[in-house]
């Protein structure tokens, strides 16, 4: 079992930044990890990936250039660089670890979920 806490979220104006966390409470250094996201009456959306080695990374296109996923195994602890949010980026962000290595577009390739953070971009 793999606990995953996020913390990083809050609030900010559009075009600010914010960095999100996410702490594994073991060694995940074998799983693929993400981040996804729900706004309200929304449906989860797929935010970005990163594989067990770092070596692949990828996200949505709705953010691609303005987030950037990283982690650091030894920490066991995976972040999310938000950048020139806007406030279409106002969901719950969640983050996800896989047994995929290589990480997933697909929520249901994922294990386990965070409790979730919430980023709120006030226009």
């Known amino acids: 079992q793999v606990q995953l806490i996020e913390s990083g979220g809050g609030w900010v104006q559009a075009g600010g930044s914010l960095r999100l966390s996410c702490a594994a409470s073991?060694?995940?250094?074998?799983?693929?990890m993400g981040w996804f996201r729900q706004a309200p009456g929304k449906e989860r959306e797929f935010v970005a990936t990163?594989?067990?080695?770092?070596?692949?990374?990828d996200s949505a296109d709705s953010v691609k250039g303005r987030f950037t996923i990283s982690r650091d195994n030894a920490k066991n602890t995976v972040f999310l660089q938000m950048s020139s949010l806007k406030p279409e980026d106002t969901a719950v962000y969640y983050c996800?670890?896989?047994?995929?290595?290589?990480?997933?577009?697909?929520?249901?390739?994922?294990?386990?979920w965070g409790q979730g953070t919430q980023v709120t971009v006030s226009s």
């Open positions: 990163i594989s067990w080695d770092s070596s692949t990374t």
């Open positions: 073991r060694a995940f250094k074998t799983y693929g």
């Open positions: 996800v670890a896989s047994v995929k290595a290589t990480g997933s577009y697909y929520w249901y390739h994922y294990n386990y």
